[in-house]
C-alpha cells in the first residue's frame, strides 16, 4: 500500500486541511460485473494479448505516466487499462489478501 495524500477545503475556515492514508488508489473504472478495479486487484481477462487464453493480471500504477496498467508477469509490454475493454476483465482478487497471479 501507499501513502494517499488528501486536501480538503474547509468552508468555515476558509483554509485546506490535509491528511494522509495508507491505501490504494481507484482507477476510476469497472470491470464486467461493475466492480472497481483498483491498484493491487487482480483481475482476469481472456482475449488481451491476442491468444484468447484466460490471464490473471495485476493493476499497476505507473507514476510518471500517472496511467493504470494491466501487468502479466510474462509479457513484454504492459497492458494500459484504460485501452482495455473492460466488459472482459473481472477483478478476482488483490495482493493484499495473499492472492497471486
Known amino acids: 500500500m501507499k501513502k494517499i495524500k488528501f486536501r480538503r477545503w474547509n468552508q468555515e475556515t476558509r ?16 470491470d464486467k460485473n461493475g466492480v472497481d478495479i483498483y491498484e493491487g486487484d487482480i483481475v482476469e481477462s481472456e482475449g ?11 493493476i499497476t500504477r505507473n507514476d510518471e505516466n ?3 496498467y494491466m501487468y502479466y508477469p510474462k509479457a513484454t509490454e504492459l497492458n494500459r487499462l484504460t485501452l482495455i475493454d473492460n466488459s ?14
Do not use: A, H, W
Open 15 to 30: 483554509e485546506f486541511t490535509y491528511q494522509e492514508y495508507d491505501g490504494s488508489l481507484f482507477s476510476g473504472l469497472k
Open 48 to 58: 488481451v494479448d491476442n491468444d484468447m487464453k484466460r490471464k490473471k493480471y495485476l
Open 66 to 68: 500517472t496511467c493504470f
Open 88 to 101: 472482459i476483465i473481472e477483478v478476482v482478487g488483490n495482493i493484499y489478501v495473499g492472492d497471486s497471479l
